[in-house]
């Protein structure tokens, strides 16, 4: 009774499992709780937006409680890393009350579980598998392509998303529909029913907006480790890699803004169905005050506007600084490019080689040319066609 539950939140790339971890930290019950991320992207984005307020941590560190595992950490180093992390939670005093952990979307599910169940003060308590409502009724059809019940797709990347997704729900002592305000009721019915064909020993959970809490899962008993390592060694996968082999991550950095039409363009002609998930924060030219949360995983895009850049807030347009909140400000820029100040673009993107390379090329070419610059710093206006108003999620 004293050994410390592990809620492992797993699923493939974008079907929403970060967005529910930062609807779960704001509940006060699990502000003491300890948090692993693991990202395959060396940039650590889940862990920054998870860290709130706090330094984002270290990779491979533990930092108030947080600990970023990204890059070889939720690669090759995963083992390793996650028994070093779990020993430096044993550690924390007071003993948090419960372990988070958030995996990589390109994680393969049984070299997780047993990373997370090799320190016998922990316990695991849900193995949680997000899928995306809205991916699984435009890509897999409502999951019978999952379940094999429909023809093999023409794609090879859908299907080999299907085989990923296939083998995460195989594991799952607990599935969560995400986004499920996306889809009519009559087919969010038909997906439960698929989903509970193929792991009938599982609960299914829906979720819009992350309005599903932790404490609605308290009902489901904890996985049996054994059924578990069976299950394993029925799909031979004890000795498979930690993640997809032929799934990687690049990283764009940029601190030219992109051209708002142009990059509204690519996406919707150069998008190809094997990048899987982009995510990262970007600037637009037509909005050079907003700091924005690019997150992209099949065919939907979402833009989350996150804060202010400091080079825009400087200009104290609203008079609500004093003025040595102005020199301080003033301060810190001088470090920051002459230009664009502290704007900037850093996008993780995640998906088979050759459309990850295709897709990395056209954003290069919606980025600003020279001229473009010179008209935005003329206060020029540029053809904006992405949505204008803001919707409020709590």
Known sequence: MSRIPIVTLCGFLGSGKTTLLRRWRRDEALSDAALIVHDLSEFGLDAELLSGDSPTPEAGHLNERV????GNHAREKLHTSVGQTLADIAKID???PLVLCESTGAARPWPLIAALIQNDQFYLRHFIVTVDALNLHRDFSDGQTILGDSNTSEDAALDHAAKVLAEQIAFATIIILTKTDTVPQSVLQA???TLQKIQPQAAVGLSAHAGLLLPQLDATPAPKISVLKRRADQLNLTLSAS?????NASVLRDPRPFHPQRLFDICQSKLGTGLYRTKGFL???????HVLLWQQSGSQIALELTGFWKAEIVHNRDGKLLDEEVEHLKEKLKSEHPIFGDRHNELTLIGLTAAREAFVSALEEARCTDDEIEAWQRREEFPDPWPQTLRKIN
């Open 191 to 193: 997906q439960v029913a």
């Open 243 to 247: 993640t997809l082999e032929d799934v």
């Open 94 to 96: 007071p003993a948090p």
């Open 283 to 289: 600037w637009l030219a037509s909005r050079p005050a």
């Open 67 to 70: 600990a970023a595992l990204h």
